[in-house]
């Protein structure tokens, strides 16, 4: 299996978006076990934007800007 796939360097688009993906999810989940309530379908939606919209905004500064 070649590792060519795999990001060499921090400034990689897709490195930098996986990273800001991550966070953002972890920050997620901790805010979800802090609320009581079940989420609806609304909040499922609202939590794809949160989490997707800073990954997608970090791949194209980083790829802009790194």
Known sequence: M?????????RDPEYVAAVVGTVATAA?????????????????GFVLLWVLGPAGVAHQLARRYL
Not at 2 to 10: E, G, K, R, Y
Not at 30 to 44: G, K, Q
Request: without cysteine; hydrophobic residues 30%.
């Open 28 to 44: 997620l989940f901790y805010y979800s076990a802090l609320s009581s309530s079940a989420p609806s379908t609304e909040t499922v």
């Open 2 to 10: 070649s590792d060519s796939s795999f990001p060499t360097s921090w």
